[in-house]
């Protein structure tokens, strides 16, 4: 019987495609940080976005509902003075007309509201049973303390998307000079160990005490073993291939050049966001100005005409045409309120600075510029 272990050892000792491949693997590494981290951006801005139309999807709903009280307000005076002589029945009729009208409207932005909780809580991962509330009242955010030059520098230093295309070309090249080094020598160092055994057996009765058949038996076995060990040298050189690794090197080099294109675009794609967020966040700022004076004026004009119609001194008409415009503005300033706060967020998108590395905890903010990152414990301050 016979048995034996052999050790084999190789090391590369010269091969030059070692130092493209470990630059390649460390792109492709930074290349899917950068993509945790604008993936980061967005989701944030998806929240953000969720929870402020959730916020004026509740704003609607209040105004609406101050709207159908008011109408049941004025229907009873309507009747009133229907009931005294004082306006035909016409005014009732329309009066009951335009309650109709507001309490469709009232359904329909209950309904918005059910579907903005919906979404919000789908972008949380929150279980069906759970509704979230926009529970805090819009207030708005700070204003944005870039102008917009200032914020475009800002949006393309260390973005993440951009980072990430440049990391994705880095490793495409990388391969590349992997791929062409494969042409070049490799010198390895090669050691093999190995040890073995042999085991004889003779089988056989050797008699004992003189007689034929002894009360005791020998069986002889004879054991050998024996140990062996190399080191050499192997040298491989690929002459020729037909043309197979230049042509997979070009290919790699086209990709890298397909990604430098979509980093341009990319790049042309961050500032257009950025400048169209920016020039609206302007013009939302400029609107709520607008806005609260408009309202402002027709709070007045509604007070006013509903005293005139209550003394029979103003038609139905007026009433009715002063309400509408009234509750218009009241929209129309919620919306701008909100407008502001929403394209402060797709600003905030393009700056705000978001970890790359999973393990590390997530503190979101919502205003620019962001939180000093403390300091490392153990490290003395500046004095």
Known sequence: MCSSDLLLFGYDMLDFSRTPKVAAARARRDSLRQAYGAQLRLLQLQVSEAYYQLQQADQTVRIQEAAVRNDAVILADARDLKQAGLVPRFDVLRRQAIEAGDRQLLIQAEADRSVARRQLAVLLRLEPQVTPLASDPITL????????????????????ELEE????????????????AGLL????????????GRTTRADG???????????SAVVPIQNTGSADWSVGLNLSWLLFD??????????????AAAVQQQLTARRDAIQLRLE?????????????????????AGLEAFRDVRLRYQSGLSSETDLSITQERLISSLLR?????VGVNLTYARLLRELLPMP?????????????????PPEPAGEPGPR
């Open 141 to 160: 955010l700070p204003p944005w303390p870039l102008d917009l030059e200032a914020s475009l520098r800002a949006a393309v230093a260390d973005n993440p």
């Open 165 to 180: 295309l440049l990391a994705s070309r880095t490793a495409l090249l990388r391969q590349r000079d992997a791929t062409r």
């Open 185 to 196: 020598p490799r010198l390895g160092l090669v050691a093999a160990a190995g040890g073995g």
């Open 205 to 215: 009765i050797r008699p004992e005490n003189g007689g034929c058949c002894a009360s």
């Open 242 to 255: 037909g043309g197979t690794t230049a042509a997979q090197a070009r290919s790699l080099e086209r990709q």
């Open 276 to 296: 169209t967020a920016f020039v609206n966040h302007t013009a939302s700022l400029a609107r709520l100005d607008a806005a609260q004076q408009e309202v402002t």
């Open 333 to 337: 300033r919620l919306q701008a309120t």
């Open 356 to 372: 790359t590395n999973p393990a590390t905890p997530l503190t979101p903010r919502l205003t620019w510029p962001p939180a000093a």
